[in-house]
């Protein structure tokens, strides 16, 4: 019951974004935009997005091992998996599945360090924008800047607190099992690498809205791109996501986008665009990540027949 719940709220949530977006002068511009759009741009941005899956994988081998060293195939299936159920399941339960294949505590602090490094990036730039105006742009910057180097404080607090927390009566065991990320990365270099990795992911993602914005329209200057994706990076975070991923995260690069500037009609193409590229490669991605491993798991029932199961 709970499932059919969330399915419908996150149909719900899809629909009245759609509802708003796709106005029937939106609908003519994206037909007109996918006439006209540059396929090179959009082939670069597929090919980075799946870049970052591998610089995922290698980031949660790294906090896992606690070594610089690069991720094997299994580890890069995970990522893949893991990136293809937070679009299809809604409510990013797709972030679900990652404790069981590997482990909460790593997931957790890839997510905190993600968290800061998107602001950071979406914080720059609205500065470079001059979003804010005079005093205010250097407000910005220096909110980037602090929160830039916000992971290092994350990881030099959370070694500080860890024996403490682990300590705490009835909660000690989960806490240190959520804190686990942190003992990988205590080393400065492996931090250094953690952090570095978190910032390239997100660096990437944002040069991949910059191509695919440029190939869709010519409204979207670079800064604006970037922050759009970072706005709506920070929506996809969010628990009340919809359907395929569709709503909240959408919305929020409109309204960032718009605010740098961009006119309506551009800001809906470009997010509509950005959203097809980055979920067919999802898809894409992970479904070549899954095939497999269903293929081994058909191959094994069917090796060990009907009267294994019976005798089992």
Not at 105 to 123: N, P
């Amino acid at each position: 019951m709970r499932r059919l719940l969330s399915a419908v709220v996150a149909l719900c949530i899809t629909a009245i974004c759609l509802w708003a977006l796709l106005t029937p002068d939106i609908l003519k511009a994206l037909g007109r935009a996918a006439g006209q759009a540059r396929p090179l741009p959009i082939l670069v941005a597929f090919a980075l997005v799946a870049l970052v899956q591998w610089l995922r994988a290698w980031r949660f081998a790294v906090m896992t091992a606690g070594t610089a060293t690069l991720p094997d195939m299994a580890l890069v299936r995970i990522a893949l998996q893991l990136n293809c159920l937070n679009f299809v399941l809604p409510f990013r339960l797709g972030e679900l599945s990652y404790p069981v294949l590997h482990s909460a505590g790593v997931l957790l602090l890839a997510r905190l360090f993600d968290l800061a490094t998107v602001v950071s990036i979406l914080l720059g730039a609205a500065a470079v924008l001059g979003l804010a105006g005079g005093a205010g742009n250097a407000v910005l910057a220096l909110g980037a800047f602090g929160l830039g180097l916000a992971p290092f404080g994350l990881i030099a607090l959370g070694r500080a607190l860890q024996p403490w927390i682990a300590r705490l009566p009835g909660v000690g065991g989960t806490a240190a099992k959520l804190t686990a990320g942190l003992d990988a990365i205590g080393e400065r270099r492996i931090g250094l690498v953690a952090v570095v990795l978190g910032f390239a992911i997100w660096l990437l993602l944002a040069l991949a809205a910059i191509m695919v914005a440029g190939a869709v329209t010519t409204t979207v200057p670079p800064a604006a791109a970037m922050l759009g994706a970072s706005a709506g990076h920070v929506a996809f975070a969010l628990p009340i996501n919809g359907i395929a991923g569709i709503g909240p995260s959408q919305a929020a690069w409109v309204a960032a986008t718009t605010r740098a500037g961009v006119p309506w009609d551009d800001a809906v193409i470009s997010a509509l665009a950005l959203h097809a590229v980055v979920l067919t490669n999802a898809i894409v991605l992970g479904a070549v990540a899954t095939i497999p491993e269903l293929g081994r798991r058909f191959s094994a029932s069917v090796d060990r027949g009907p009267a294994d199961d019976h005798r089992h």
